[in-house]
């Protein structure tokens, strides 16, 4: 099957979006997703502008129940084979944590709307490679070449990939500003440990968030609760049903339905805290949640807590 009969021919790239309000889009998410545009009082502010902006995208959805996998079997495997190729190629790129998890966000977002049907494999790998790409544009400072994308048994040539970048962004609507765990983490440390925050816990949240997205699919859970969930087992993985409430009963932006998905996300990670702990190195298997944490070195540029408020 040729590049001409699969969805990255031309015909099928057309967009259709008006350029001025495409831009106007982009300013206007850019100036609500830039923290520094709000002073620390107004935190509250901007998180109430975040849960906005999520729940236009996700509904009244705050998870799906019983969603530990992702639906497709085939799509399972597939995506793990590229969550797996994503994390590795971010390491050797030296890429952000939050350009991975935001191309992963891609990737389900456009199998969300594209059912994987027949997909050959090689067009399944390109797309991720794509995903990667348009996420690197989004976060990185500098603009790395499409050569240096590389993808085992394949060769993608900068057409290629120039295609499936167009693909990626016309089923997205051109909207690529996803709001992500991310965004809430520096809240959520603020609310939950208030002035003393335990050495190393960025690093542990951010490894959560890395993890779980080989147990999800992103389009099942709300940033929001994944982030509180992440940043609970952070700070104490043994916290009972009771105790999870207590913390957030603070905080008002969800109603009861919501606290139970962050209590069911919390079990979720919990989990994925114990198999970490009591796997050993040399069985670790490499689309584990524990072999993502094995393979990460985290290091203060790749914690994005600094970017997104001031602590």
């Given at each position: 099957m040729g590049i001409s009969d699969t969805p990255f021919s031309p015909r099928n790239l057309l967009c259709q979006e008006n350029p001025d309000a495409c831009f106007k889009e982009q300013q206007q998410e850019e100036k609500e997703d830039d923290p520094c545009l709000f002073p620390e009082s107004e935190d509250e502010y901007y998180i109430q502008c975040l849960l906005q902006r999520e729940t236009t995208a996700f509904g009244s959805k705050s998870c799906c129940t019983g969603c530990s996998t992702t639906t497709s079997t085939l799509l399972k495997r597939v995506r793990l084979d590229c969550i797996e190729w994503i994390f590795n190629t971010r390491a050797s790129l030296d890429f952000r944590f939050l350009t991975a998890y935001l191309s992963v966000t891609y990737f389900d977002r456009f199998f969300s709307k594209k059912p994987l049907g027949d997909w050959m494999i090689w067009a399944i790998r390109l797309l991720s490679l794509a995903c990667l790409s348009l996420a690197a544009k989004m976060e990185q400072s500098t603009v790395t070449p499409l050569s240096a994308y590389k993808v085992q048994d394949y060769d993608f040539d900068n057409q290629q990939i120039q295609r499936a970048e167009l693909l990626?962004?016309?089923?997205?609507?051109?909207?690529?500003?996803?709001?992500?765990?991310?965004?809430?983490?520096?809240?959520?440390?603020?609310?939950?440990?208030?002035?003393?925050?335990?050495?190393?816990?960025?690093?542990?949240?951010?490894?959560?968030?890395?993890?779980?997205?080989?147990?999800?699919?992103?389009?099942?859970?709300?940033?929001?609760?994944?982030?509180?969930?992440?940043?609970?087992?952070?700070?104490?993985?043994?916290?009972?049903k009771e105790a999870v409430e207590l913390r957030i009963s603070p905080i008002a932006l969800w109603g009861s339905q919501e606290n139970e998905h962050i209590f069911s996300c919390y079990n979720m990670m919990q989990d994925i805290e114990k198999r970490i702990v009591k796997t050993p190195t040399s069985v670790v298997p490499p689309h584990s949640a524990a072999g993502t944490r094995r393979r990460l070195n985290f290091n203060e540029q790749h914690c994005p807590v600094k970017r997104i408020h001031r602590l």
């Open positions: 990626v962004l016309s089923t997205l609507e051109w909207k690529m500003g996803s709001i992500t765990p991310f965004s809430y983490m520096s809240y959520f440390i603020n609310k939950f440990c208030g002035e003393y925050k335990p050495e190393g816990l960025c690093s542990r949240v951010v490894e959560l968030f890395m993890a779980v997205t080989k147990e999800i699919n992103l389009m099942d859970h709300r940033p929001s609760i994944i982030a509180a969930a992440a940043v609970l087992v952070a700070i104490d993985a043994q916290l009972t």
